[in-house]
């Protein structure tokens, strides 16, 4: 996937800063790190609303299609729309897995597991930190 936003590190830094975004943010949209499990904000968060990409404020999911999956990141059985998240094949860390990034501007999000318990069969595992909650 080719970033269709380009903007520098200290960019994209000043615009995460302006949105009051986590202090790790930037390395987890950024360079695709992982916040530990059980430590995001948006984990236990369960309100009507939608979340949105924190670098680029794109909607990609709804509070509907959010589940408790057990595994301490937010989880969602479906985005809000096509091509609002995409996805890339990830090798690291010794394993082959989907990451999931913002459609819009390329920011890593996460992955996409295919043993979601709904119909979709899909669990969009997200890092709160790439994320924006607005409520309904």
Known sequence: MTNPITKTDDEWKAILQSRGAEPHAFEVTRHAATERPFTGKYADNFRDGTYH????????????TKFDAGCGWP???AAIADGAVATRTDK????VRVEALCGHCGAHLGHLFDDGPTDTGLRYCMNSASLHFSPA
């Open 53 to 64: 990409c924190i670098c680029c404020d794109k909607p990609l999911f709804t509070s509907n």
């Open 75 to 77: 989880s969602f059985d």
């Open 92 to 95: 690291t860390h010794g394993m």
